[in-house]
Every structure is written in C-alpha cells, then in structure tokens.
C-alpha cells in the first residue's frame, strides 16, 4: 500500500466517522423520542450493532454492491494510463470537498445528506480530472440524483401505508399492545442499526476501492476486501455515534414530527425495509433521507397537520442542494489542486 493510497484511506475513515457521529441516531432517534430506552443505553446497542454487522454482512458475506457503485461512477477507461499522483489528486479533492461541505454544513447548522455530498464530490471532481464524458451518467443519474427525488416518496408511501395498516391491526388490542410495541422498538434498533451501518460503511469501502484502482492499478473486478479494512471503518461509524447523536436524536423524533409508540415502531420499520432494500440493490441512500420520510408519512397517516412543514421543508431543501454544491466544490478543488501539483 502506497502512501497515496494511506491517505485516501485516512480521509476515508475520517469520513465514516462523520457518517457515525451526523447519522448515527438515526436509528435510536424514534426509540429514544418515545422513551422506550434511554439514550445512553441506545446509543451503546446500537454501536455495538454499528461495529459487528459490517465486518459479518460485508466482509464474511460478502455484500459489497454499495462499494461497487460508488467505485463504478467513474468509467473504467478514465483511469487507463493515468499516473498515480494524478489519480491521488482526483480522490483527494473529492474528499476535501466532501469533509470540507460536511464542516460548513455543521458550523452554520444546516441539514446535509452525508451521502450524497461524498457522492458530489466524486463526480465533481472525476468532470475536473477526466472529463463530462467520463463519469457513467446512467449510474450517476438512476442510482444518484434519480434517488435523491424517488427515496422520500417511497419512504413516506412506505410509512404512510404501513402506519394505516397497524391502526386497524391495533384497533381492537388491549393496552398491553403498547407495552409488547416498545420492546419490539428495540429489536428495531438492532435492525436499523445494521441497515444504516453496512450501508454507510460501503461507501468508505467504495473510496478506498477506488484508491486502490486509481493509485496502484488493482483490478476493482477481481479485489475482495480484506478484513482489517472493513473493521477498522466499523470501528470508526461506531465511534463517531458514540461521540455524537444526542441533538439528532431531538431533531428527527420530535422536530419532525413528534411520534407515539406505535409510530415510533412503524417509521423504525418502514426506514429498515427501504434501506436494506436499497443497500442489497447497491444504491447508496442517504440514511437521514430515509429515516425523516419515514416518519413524514407516519405523520401524513395520523393527519398532515401534524407534521411540522416548517423543519421538513428545510431538510428536503438541503436534500436537494447538497449534490451539486459537492460536486461544484469537487471540481474547484480538483482543479486547483491539479494547478498546483501536477
């Protein structure tokens, strides 16, 4: 491993635990909201979850198709005969604009889609480096921008069917049904926990792989990740949820929408279908995106009063600007960078 390639990874980890500390509650926010476990307690389940489930779904399952979409939104023929230092300085200003948006977006508190701002920067800097042609706009369009639009509307279709369904499964249950609903909330968190983490992870994996293809000429078709790398990066989403979450936590399960027991069960469930439906599919969704539509449908399903527009319209907005102001950024420091040194 070159010092190159050092480097990348280094960002790349640096990334994923931004990933941990800025997503990471998703999967405890509702749980928490609705008290049926205490932060601190939800907080360690799902870190623990966080650090096991990549290393057993990644690495000894090998499910890796996130990685290999973010490896494949550049075509293959722009890195042949391309030098390392060249290729180092393309994933290098991808990674700065990516760290360097997710840091104004934390100093000025605006929402930001962890996902979709490494992705910009990806393609931002790939069109500075190699050219428009060069990056695979089918892939780029149906598995990126395409998704940015479709993923609330599944999400909050998903939630919103789900929520009615329960109503009438619930409508003649005892009281006791509340009880038996919180500490399914806690099978949930295990759950979400796992679909958010191999999910977030792959896309640390996914740089790293085009690290190793850009910087040393490894074939991405035939590399298998080894083990020190999928439990390193683990370690690092685990760490950074342990570190942050709590502001989080308040934003998503009552900001949005101040959810009950029985909605709190439902946006958990309708978050983990679509995000292991999306990860297994090798889309790399912005796990906040889909936690927030949940729980908008489960508001819409109980009236749409109830959701709080104000906050919703301010994330969807960020949904929106968060790829290109990533991409325009990759592709200024790309070609600052290239001045520089090449």
Known sequence: MNAYIVVIFIL????TFYMGFSDGANAVATCV????????YALMLAGEVKLIAPIVICYLLGSDSVARTIGSLVKEEAFVGIDAKTGF???????IAALGWSAICVLASVPNSTSHTLLGGIVGAAIAAFGFGMVDWTMV?????????LTPVIC????FLLSKLFRVICARMDRSVKKAFRV?????????????????VQKAMGIYLLALVVCSG???STYSFDFWTVAVLSAAIMLGLLLGGYKLIYTVGKRIYRVGTLQSYVAQLSTA?????????????????????SIIGVGIADRVSAVHWNAAGKIFTSWILTFPVAACMGAVVCLLLGAMVL
Do not use: E, H
Not at 141 to 149: N, S
Not at 184 to 200: A, E, R
Not at 273 to 293: D, E, K, L
């Open 156 to 159: 909050i279709l998903t939630g």
């Open 273 to 293: 279908v679509v995000a292991f439906t999306c990860t297994f599919t090798g889309i790399p969704v912005s796990t906040g995106q889909v936690v927030s539509s």
């Open 184 to 200: 399914m909330q806690v099978i949930n968190v295990m759950l979400l926990s796992t679909s958010i983490s191999i999910n977030n």
């Open 12 to 15: 790349a980890l640096c990334y």
């Open 89 to 95: 300085v393309f994933l290098l200003s991808a990674m």
């Open 218 to 220: 490894a074939d991405a």
């Open 33 to 40: 909201a609705t008290r049926a476990i205490k932060p601190r």
């Open 141 to 149: 369009g149906l598995r990126v921008i395409l998704m940015v639009f």
